[in-house]
């Protein structure tokens, strides 16, 4: 990743079940997500980012016997509700994948036509216990007083005659890939990952002969494709893998699937496995984030515990959820989803440090410079230190946000942001402009003024991945235009801000909450 040039960029969310509506864990990796997206396009790459809907599973077949419809018109119907979740959640994806579709089941073939040539799938009889919230079999080691601790319900004995993967072949590749570089993040994660592969890696079951839902294996097409080796090709489908598209040569090569830390295993030890027996290249990096809990307990669909996001963010804003999951929880760790610790961010950071500086800093522009943007003396600035620092600042927070989200530092990268809102907060505090201009000190007034704009406008910049919505309606007051458009190396520079532009005093940002 550069600055200076462009780059090819593809990110993945997990494509999600959609037996029940997104709560706000899955909400919490697709907006990591459009983050990154986002932060991305504004750079100048190229992006594609990729989400969808996982749909050939047995919990998606059963919630479509419950509502007492047919799976075809079940899954369209959840589909559409699910895509238009995250348009409405402002999550700006550039394709859907569905696994029902013509191209992602034309690329299951042909991987699984692949593997199949190179040897590496087997028929064999099986026996063992399958969880179908896991959708996988689990060992007893998984179990805990026979129960899945993540879902609270007795598995399932199955026994029938199965496709397998020859996952064991590939142990030292994947050994190999694990200790190469940051092919798997965070480190600890990776850790267990390595662990994992030195206790000998066990073939995989591939197809179900007792399921009639999904992909027919077109082997022996009595089977159908074992959902998660179904799922994972949609990284590849989405790019047009079945007919060797030329973005998969662009993407596929710096791909990046963000995960939650549940299924991290089948991204970063099936997923490359599958991939170098089909002959294609593990992706570039799997990033497994961890869980929102409440009380202490995963949030999840199954334990009845979810919370929506849509209604979350009808009450206090779209941009106020994505800085209250992206600023409290590291990214990789767990957190508990507290609202009173959201409110307290929406009072003191969101209103407070960045409400105010705009409201305090449009006031005075038009008290003080009949809402026009002055033109700042350059030179009683170089020998201001306030001032100099003030751009220093600004200038240093260009890189080491770049940096912070190559390493998905996304809490680190906000408190790097506020630490700069609140030092512009102080920079008017001392340099005080209403002293100025009750002394007329005109040029010392102008410059203060315009470089608590240049700062303002660097904000916006800067703030817009990760909050676009009220990063916008700021440069709009400060009437700057849009910013996904704007040439972003040439927009952080001090003194690119034109002057002789006319500030507006906009609403209210963040309003007291009932
Ligand atoms: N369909 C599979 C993924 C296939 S990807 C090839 C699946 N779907 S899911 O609907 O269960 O969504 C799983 C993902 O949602 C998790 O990996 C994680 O990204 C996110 N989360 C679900 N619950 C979560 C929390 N409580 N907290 C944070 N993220 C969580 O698994």
Redesign the pocket.
Known sequence: MSLNKRDFFYI????????DEP????????TTADILARYHRLIGDDVFFVTG??EN?QKVLQAAEKASMDPVQFTDIMAKKWEKTWKKLNISFDFFIRTTSKEHIQSVEKLLKQCHEKGDIYKKEYEGLYCIG??KFLTDSDLVDGICPDHKTKPQLLKEENYFFRLSKYQDQLMELMRSGDFALPEARRNEMIEFIKNQLQDISISRATVKWGIPLSIDPTHVVY??FD?????ISALGYHEDNKKMSQFWPVAI????????R??TIM?PAMLLSAGVKPPKQVF???????NGE????SLGNVIDPVSLSEKYGIDTIRYFIMREIPFGK?SD?SIPRLEQRYKGDLADDLGNLINRSTNMLNKFSQGMIPEPDKEWHKNDKKSTKVQKDGENLLNFLDKGYARFEFSQILEALWNYIKSINKYIDDTKPWVLKKENRGKELETVLYNIMQSISLICLFLYPIMPIIAQKIYDQINQGEIHKEKYLEKTKWFSLPTKTSVKKGEILFPPLD
Request: with cysteine; charged share 15%; hydrophobic share 35%.
């Open positions: 993945t969310t997990p494509i999600y079940y959609i037996n709560h706000v864990g899955h909400y919490y990796t697709t809907t996982d599973s896991c959708e959902v998660w799922a994972l090709i949609n990284y699937h963000l995960v939650g830390k549940d299924i991290y089948f991204h997923w497994g984030h961890g869980f929102f809990t409440i995963k949030i999840s669909k767990d989803f």
